[in-house]
């Protein structure tokens, strides 16, 4: 039988972080070696210290990386990309591999994520439910097809607090869209509308956020034409499909070399 990937998840007390733990705790080779978070996080009503509750399965409960690291082989991040960066660096000096679920990187972060890449396994994905990846091959496929003529405008909605827009995965689904059409996403891209007047630039590639009570993840695309228009939706009713995507990522990464990796890869859809 091939033995579990013992696995850390930093961030602990995180909306994500706490569903990682479930999901670590159910996943059959999953071992949860370790839970890292933040001296004195209180986020959302969890102090680190009641995450001792995890305890009961011989997991460390630090927030250093330097005490865990015993304990496990890949660290599953959902934290900030700032922290993020740091813990990646953490993971390239000790061999461990990583996985990344944090959104929110601007362009410089994202090349130090490739730099540090170079030396260390890492699967970095906006968004690592099944259904979100596959959406984006349904996206490729619809841009091929529709993509040159179409008005394309995509929408997500999410729970209150996030901290980025457009999500992580709105971006992703737009970079999927922007490629397959030979466009660069930094120049078709719209965020927003409001008080546009005259006609729409049919190469542009079109933005709307709405933050709202504690939706978990909804995103539309919209290819619109005069006469029909497609419009691919996915909604994400649980953070269990992300973290059970996040255990599925670490599983597969443990038997990878350094190199970045994405969910297409780790699921098989490229
Ligand atoms: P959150 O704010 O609820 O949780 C983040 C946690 O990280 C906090 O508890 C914070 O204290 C902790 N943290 C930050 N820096 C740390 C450090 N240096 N050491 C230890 N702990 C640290 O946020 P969330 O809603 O759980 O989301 C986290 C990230 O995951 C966001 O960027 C979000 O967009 C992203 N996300 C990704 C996916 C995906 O599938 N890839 C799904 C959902 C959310």
Known sequence: MTAKVRVAVVGA?????????????????IYLGAAVERKGSTLIGVDAGEL?????????????????????????????????????????????AIVIGTTGFNHAQKEMINA???????VFAPNMSVGVNLTLKLLELTAKVMGDYTDIEITEGH???????????ALKM?????????????????????????????????FSTIRAGDIVGDHTVMFADIGERVEITHKATSRMTFANGAMRAAYWLSDQDSGLYDMQQVLGLN
């Open 174 to 206: 737009g970079e999927v869209i922007a490629d397959t059409l030979g466009r660069d996403l930094e120049e078709c891209a719209v965020y927003g509308r409001e008080g546009m007047t005259g006609e729409r630039d049919r190469n542009t590639i079109g």
């Open 159 to 169: 729970h209150r607090f996030k901290k980025d827009a457009p999500s992580g995965t």
């Open 13 to 29: 007390s995180g909306r994500m972080g706490r569903t990682l733990i479930e999901a670590a705790k159910q996943h059959e080779m």
């Open 52 to 96: 001792a509750g995890v305890g009961t399965m011989n997991v460390a409960i630090t927030d250093s990386l330097d005490i865990a690291s015993e304990h496990f082989d890949v660290l599953i991040d959902f934290t900030s990309p700032e922290s993020s960066l740091v813990h990646l660096e953490w993971c390239s000096k000790n061999n461990k």
């Open 116 to 122: 540090f890449a170079e030396q260390t396994p890492v």
